[in-house]
């Protein structure tokens, strides 16, 4: 018997106004739920993921319009959270609270969830940075929480 | 009047030599003016894209290894331009590490070399932080050795 996945949906944004798929939210559509509500709330967003320090992307959220590929994006920040733990620990610079890497066309923001996750933030260059860390501290807690439930 | 006009030319052309002689500043000067002027700073350095420390000055009291921050930050800012380009996000600039004590911004410069500071958190926010190395990331960048 196959398992309903139904409830995950992987890398796709939910149009404003579309029906939730599912009619029981479990623990998956709670995580999804909340990276939605966080997407609300920045503007000039790319991509919403959370990832296993693996790479394997547990949610995302795209919203349409963006190209970003969210797998390819949890992968690839995974390397990052990584050498950035590695990095802090070598450097003895205490516990690695997050990373913020800039570029000429966008921003990305990676802060841990425990030991093995961690929640992302890819935005356009020209997204408020004050907005983003904001969102990203505010529900870092609720991700971890929902994501202990999964 | 003519031994006036010959002073001020002599002047000016001292001036030029003068801007000159600033324009050609060392790296390790440059790296050391931007240690004595920022505040919280553990340690700040150019570093090479292979890992090798070009100039690194680390203030009396700080116990920053300069090998292991030029080693391991090279790693990190090779890891940022491959994520920015595989991501289409354009050209790596810069990536901050913020860690319970310290901020570790890395910021790169040129294809080959890149701009590292460490700085306190109790001495310094992160708004200045980011505005310290996009400062000084200029002049840096003036005193680099161009290879032609």
Redesign the interface.
């Known amino acids: 018997m196959m398992a309903d996945l139904s409830r995950f949906t992987w890398g796709k944004g939910r149009k404003k106004g579309e029906p939730e798929k599912g009619g029981e939210m479990g623990a998956g559509g709670n995580l999804n739920s909340i990276l939605e509500e966080m997407a609300g709330q920045v503007d000039g967003l790319l991509c919403i993921a959370v990832a296993g320090s693996d790479g394997v992307a547990i949610s995302s959220y795209v919203p349409s319009g963006s190209?970003?590929?969210a797998e390819?994006?949890a992968a690839?920040?995974a390397?990052?959270f990584r050498?950035?733990r590695?990095?802090?620990d070598?450097?003895?610079?205490?516990?690695?609270?997050?990373?913020?890497?800039?570029?000429?066309?966008?921003q990305?923001l990676i802060r841990p969830l425990g030991q093995e996750s961690y929640l992302a933030i890819?935005t356009t260059?020209d997204a408020p940075l004050g907005i983003v860390r904001l969102v990203i501290k505010s529900y870092a807690s609720r991700v971890e929480q929902a994501l202990g439930r999964v | 009047m003519a031994a006036e006009e010959d002073n001020e030319e002599m002047e000016e052309t001292e001036e030029i030599e003068e801007t000159e002689e600033t324009e050609k500043r060392s790296i390790g000067d440059v790296v050391k003016e931007v240690a004595s002027t920022t505040e919280g700073l553990l340690g700040v350095g150019v570093m090479d894209m292979e890992g090798v420390p070009v100039a690194v000055v680390t203030p009396p009291g700080a116990t920053l290894n300069a090998e292991l921050a030029a080693a391991q930050l090279a790693v990190v800012v090779r890891l940022c331009s491959l994520t920015a380009d595989k991501l289409k996000l354009g050209d790596f600039d810069e990536n901050l590490i913020t860690t319970a004590s310290k901020y570790i911004l890395t910021k790169a410069l040129t294809s080959d070399f890149y701009l590292a500071m460490i700085l306190s958190k109790e001495s310094t926010t992160l708004g200045m932080a980011r505005l310290v190395v996009r400062e000084h990331a200029a002049q840096v960048y003036q005193a680099l050795p161009k290879f032609e």
Request: net charge negative; aromatic share 2%.
């Open positions: 190209m970003l590929n390819l994006a690839q920040l390397a990052i050498i950035s590695t990095s802090a070598k450097l003895k610079a205490g516990d690695f609270e997050d990373n913020l890497l800039t570029s000429t066309e966008g990305v890819v260059k």
